[in-house]
């Protein structure tokens, strides 16, 4: 079973940047037809997707609501998943899963076969 364990959460003041990174385990490199995301989920909401790198070809996708602010990169060699995060707002608060698609790009969470068990971000003043 791929595991993945994200790190980089913390409490930050409004504007701030964090980066969030996402470490995941397996056997052999089997990425290359996945996409690699993270999602985000608030306390009495569902969980929203956030961006999605596709592995093989490194083409990404955002949530509209944070395009221009966020990154998401990755290094293959190191089984690496990055999301950097700038311009921090407080409705950005939320615990942030690192997850896998079962091939290719999607913003729908039940197309992710594997998730971290989170990481927490706090954007406050």
């Known amino acids: 079973q791929v595991q993945l364990a994200e790190s980089g959460g913390g409490l930050v003041q409004p504007g701030g940047s964090l980066r969030l990174s996402c470490a995941a385990q397996v056997s052999g490199r089997i990425f290359s037809s996945h996409g690699m995301g993270w999602f985000r989920q608030a306390p009495g909401k569902e969980r929203e997707f956030v961006a999605c790198?596709?592995?093989?070809?490194?083409?990404?996708y955002y949530a509209d609501s944070v395009k221009g602010r966020f990154t998401i990169s990755r290094i293959g060699a190191e089984n690496m998943v990055y999301l950097q995060m700038n311009d921090l707002k407080p409705e950005d608060t939320a615990v942030y899963y690192c997850?896998?698609?079962?091939?290719?790009?999607?913003?729908?969470?039940?197309?992710?076969?594997?998730w971290g068990q989170g990481t927490q971000v706090t954007v406050s003043s």
């Open positions: 997850t896998r698609t079962r091939r290719g790009y999607s913003t729908l969470a039940a197309e992710y076969d594997v």
């Open positions: 790198i596709r592995w093989g070809v490194g083409n990404t």
